[in-house]
Structures are given as C-alpha cells and as structure tokens.
C-alpha cells in the first residue's frame, strides 16, 4: 500500500475516533470529560498506524497503549479501539502472528494496571468486563488469522495456476519444436540426398521443408503470445484435436514413414482440452518415432468409447524408452485428466505408446 493511503487511512481513524467519542460522551456522564489529553491519546492511536508498515508491531502496540491510557483515565468509551482492529488485523496480515498475540496480552495487562491506577474507583472494570475485552481480543485476532489464511491460499492456488499454465505451454512449445524440427531435419537428409539424381522429388522436400517450418513458426507465435498478453488477449488459431490427425500424419508420411490411422468405436466430440491432450499424445509418440526408432511403418489406433484410448506402434526397434521430456510429457497430459500412459516395447518388436483418456460424462 502507497505511504500516502496509509496516511489517509490512518485520518480517517482518527476523524471517525475523535467525533465518534465526543458523540458517545453524551450518553456516559459518569466518564470524566474529554479534554485536551483524552484528544491526544484518540489522535495518537491513529498516528501509529501511519508506520505500520516499517514497524507493524509499533501499529499494533500503539494504539493499545493510546487505547490503554484513554480508558485508564476514565474517558467515555467509544471508538477508541477502532485503531486497535486496524493494528492488530495488519500486524497478523504481514506475519507477526505470534508475537501480535503477546502484544495484545500485554495491552489487557496494561488495560487492566491503567484502569486501576488512573482511573476513578467508580470507573474500575470487573472481572467480567476484562474477560469481555479478552474474549473481544481474541475474537478480532482469531478473524485477522482467518483473513491471513484465506490470502495465502488465494495467493497458493494462483501460484499453482500460473505453474500449471507455465508448464502446459512448455509442453506445447517442446512437442511443436520437436515434431516439425524432426520433419526438417528428415525432408532435409531426403533433398540432400535427392537433390543431384532426382531434383523433382528434393523439391517436394523443400516444399515439406516449407510447410514444416511455417506451421512450427504459426504454433510458436501463438504461444508465445499467450505468454506475453495473457490467454485471454492472445489471437490464436483453433487448437489441433483427433479431427487433425490426418493432417498430422500427412507430414509423418512426407517424410518417408509409412503411417496407417485406424479409428473405432461412435466418434463423439470431445472437450477441447481432452481432444488437445489426446492429439498432443499421437504428435509426440509419432515424432519419437521419426528421431529413435528406425522404423518403416507405424500405426496410429484411435477407439472413441466411455474412455478414449490412442495407441501409437511402429515396427522399429523397440528398446526401453528414450531419455527426455517427450513421454513424460505424454504422462503428465494424460494425469491431467485421469488417464495413463503406457510406453515400451511390444512382443511384435518395435515400440508402443498407449494413452488412455476419460471422456467426462
């Protein structure tokens, strides 16, 4: 908060304290009247809110002390403990919880000492009015904890946010980079190669090269904007689903793999997320397949049901699983929503990936 509306929030509780007992007054003409030192002790609460926040303990003392010899003397009681409330919610609000809580102890006590000392006989609390004070003290500490309790939440669940959002888009950028750079890197071994003997077919490669590299430049754009402006101000193009898996593996058989896509089961619509999630799956299991496995076939199985199960298998040469972030990443996108990853090598020879999805009801 800017020093300027600390003081302006400090004048006010000194405004509303100062009118606010001079009315009270009226209705207690057994209290002592309020002179010039009750005006100083009701002005001196709210100047120690003023340096709060360098020294909350001194905004949370310093009006009980000012609280603490107002009463003492006898004045009318009003709302002198305003600036008490302030001080002591602040104090728990910025982590001086333990020692706000000796502090307030230690202002009952010297409530307690000034009443006794100051004050007129007539005027002297009971024992029922100082455990009324105690209760109404632990009633305001208790709700400034509450307060302090549901800002860290708040403030945890957006951090968990922006983690989640963070990561979600290094997925994305991590399965785009590495799927369309794999799809370079092939067209560009095919024109290199093709480029002297058979120039028509190097320049079907570079325009795979072409299309390659735009798309990666298109979807890297578009993330990068999210993280710029925000999701909601980011212009992006609709995101890929299971609807673009042909296209997908379009790309894949330019570059030599033979892919084949089976589809079973009533093709629903899914939600956009899930259907992200599953195509994300396939872009990854197939770009392992162009980098690792050495393989000259692969089938894509996608089977629509009560759970969506995408399945990736090639004829390479199987072996554990690479070292990297593509199948964790796989892992995590399917945890996301309750499913699984599977990936390793099948009895046939070659490597598999299977996710499996829940379609929400």
Do not use: C
């Amino acid at each position: 908060m800017p020093p300027l509306a600390i003081w302006a929030s400090a004048v006010v509780v000194a405004v509303i304290q100062v009118a606010g007992s001079f009315g009270a007054a009226h209705d207690q003409p057994k209290r002592l009247a309020i002179d010039a030192v009750g005006v100083a002790l009701l002005l001196a609460g709210p100047a120690a809110l003023g340096v709060r926040t360098r020294w909350p303990l001194v905004g949370a003392g310093g009006p009980i002390l000012a609280a603490d010899l107002y009463l003492g003397r006898g004045y009318p009681y009003g709302p002198v403990f305003l600036s008490v409330i302030v001080g002591l919610v602040y104090a728990v609000l910025v982590g001086e919880r333990r020692r706000v809580w000796v502090v307030a102890g230690a202002g009952l006590v010297g409530y307690s000492v000034a009443t006794w000392a100051l004050g007129p006989r007539s005027a002297q609390p009971s024992v029922l009015h100082l455990l009324v004070v105690a209760g109404w003290l632990i009633v305001v500490l208790s709700v400034a904890e509450i307060i302090r309790a549901q800002r860290l939440e708040a403030t945890e669940r957006a951090r968990r946010r922006t983690s989640d959002e963070r990561l979600g888009i290094a997925r994305d950028v991590h399965d785009v980079l590495a799927h369309h750079i794999s799809m370079i890197n092939v067209q560009a071994g095919v024109a290199l190669h093709l480029f002297d003997e058979q120039p028509e077919q190097a320049r079907t490669a570079l325009t795979n090269i072409k299309e390659a590299s735009r798309d990666a430049l298109h979807e890297l754009r578009s993330a990068l904007d999210v993280l710029r402006y925000g999701d909601e101000h980011a212009a992006r193009a609709p995101a890929p689903g299971l609807a673009d898996i042909e296209r997908l593996v379009a790309g894949v058989r330019a570059g030599g793999l033979d892919v084949h896509v089976e589809t079973s089961g009533d093709v629903v619509a899914l939600p956009a997320s899930l259907d992200g999630a599953a195509y994300r799956i396939v872009q990854e299991a197939l770009t392992n397949v162009t980098r690792h496995a050495r393989a000259r076939h692969a089938v894509v199985r996608v089977d629509f049901g009560p759970m969506v199960v995408v399945e990736v298998r090639d004829d390479g040469r199987g072996g554990t699983p690479v070292a990297g972030n593509g199948i964790v990443g796989m892992r995590e996108r399917a945890e996301a929503f309750g499913g699984t990853v599977e990936a390793g090598p099948h009895s046939d020879g070659g490597f598999a990936v299977v996710a499996r999805l829940p379609v929400p009801s």
